[in-house]
């Protein structure tokens, strides 16, 4: 099994550009989150899918911030335009959810994002 | 509001020191909980998951204990070494299908 794959690993861009980040997750999974990490602010949960359906997006900083997932097997979250606030880590995860699964979450290797 | 505590922030032990983590968490109505460690840099690597139904779960050298009724996780580390060294995370899940809610974590330094 691949793990969870992110693109891309390293992203420089210069404020007000637009940032896609992509994520491919388990196969088989059902659940996906996006998370952020700083050091300021620590892990932050931004949005979660199951079945592809959002299912809580209240971490999601602001209307810059959009995440989509087409189908079960991919997903991006968008920044449009950028700030240099938006620096971070970006985390995508996933996991199995539904009757007497475990729910182990599973971390990608995650996204450095910085913006000039 | 569910609230997940991880006590000390930072510890630091000399090599081949048995040592425990703690997680308390303020909701006792859990699903299952699971703890991570965190490379420098890296992203986050499952170690153990609990469910709300179990008292503990082992692996290898690490040995994880819940007491939902209190609010309680802990993570027993035997004989650390030098690469358990990273930062220590656990996280809390309420319902099937639902969010972690992580706690702040600990930094772990085990000295050789």
């Known amino acids: 099994d691949a793990g969870v794959i992110q693109s891309p690993r390293h992203e420089v861009t210069e404020m007000g550009q637009e940032v896609t980040l992509r994520c491919k997750p388990i196969?088989?999974?059902?659940?996906l989150f996006w998370y952020r990490q700083t050091m300021m602010r620590g892990l932050e949960l931004l949005i979660y899918?199951?079945?592809?359906?959002?299912?809580?997006d209240s971490g999601m900083p602001e209307d810059r911030f959009s995440a989509k997932m087409p189908n079960a097997s991919f997903s991006t979250l968008k920044i449009q335009p950028s700030e240099p606030r938006d620096s971070a880590v970006y985390f995508c995860?996933?996991?199995?959810?539904?009757?007497?699964?475990?729910?182990?979450?599973?971390f990608g290797p995650g996204t450095r994002l910085l913006v000039l | 509001k569910q609230e997940v505590t991880q006590i000390p922030a930072a510890l630091s032990v000399p090599e081949g020191e048995n040592l425990v983590l703690n997680c308390s968490f303020t909701?006792?109505?859990?699903?299952?909980l699971q703890w991570f460690r965190q490379d420098p840099g890296k992203g986050l690597t499952s170690l153990l998951l609990?469910?709300?139904?179990?008292r503990e779960q082992t692996s290898g050298r690490l040995n994880a204990s819940l007491d939902k009724s209190s609010g309680r996780s802990t993570l027993y580390i035997a004989a650390s070494q030098p690469g358990d060294s990273a930062t220590y995370l656990c996280?809390?899940?309420?319902?099937?299908?639902?969010?972690?809610?992580f706690g702040e974590g600990t930094q772990l330094t085990v000295n050789p």
């Open positions: 609990i469910q709300s139904s179990q």
């Open positions: 995860a996933s996991s199995l959810w539904g009757m007497d699964r475990e729910e182990t979450q599973y």
């Open positions: 996280a809390v899940r309420r319902t099937s299908g639902s969010r972690l809610t």
């Open positions: 909701d006792s109505a859990i699903y299952n």
């Open positions: 899918f199951n079945n592809n359906v959002p299912i809580d």
């Open positions: 196969s088989g999974h059902n659940s």
